[in-house]
């Protein structure tokens, strides 16, 4: 079995959104922790949220993954 172009970017998209929650928390501190909280924003809001490194970290990994289903079901699958 062939896998199709519609099932292949619905597959890496579903995994991509898995693992980007899997990495939002890394290396995130909040105001609170980190010192004086800005006038108006909640305590827990993070200081730099790194969202850009986090988006290219989670691509990375999400590319790794999706090659093994990739490899697996065009390998295993009949």
């Known amino acids: 079995m062939t896998m199709s172009i519609p099932l292949s970017i619905a597959l890496f998209l579903t995994i991509w959104w898995t693992v980007l929650f899997a990495v939002l928390p890394f290396g995130v501190r909040s105001q609170h922790e980190d010192g004086p909280v ?28 999706f090659a093994g289903v990739y490899y697996y079901v065009e390998k295993y699958t009949g």
């Open 38 to 65: 800005e006038g108006g924003t909640d305590p827990g809001a993070p200081v730099r949220p790194l969202l850009l490194k986090k988006a290219l970290a989670t691509t990375a990994i999400t590319a790794v993954i």
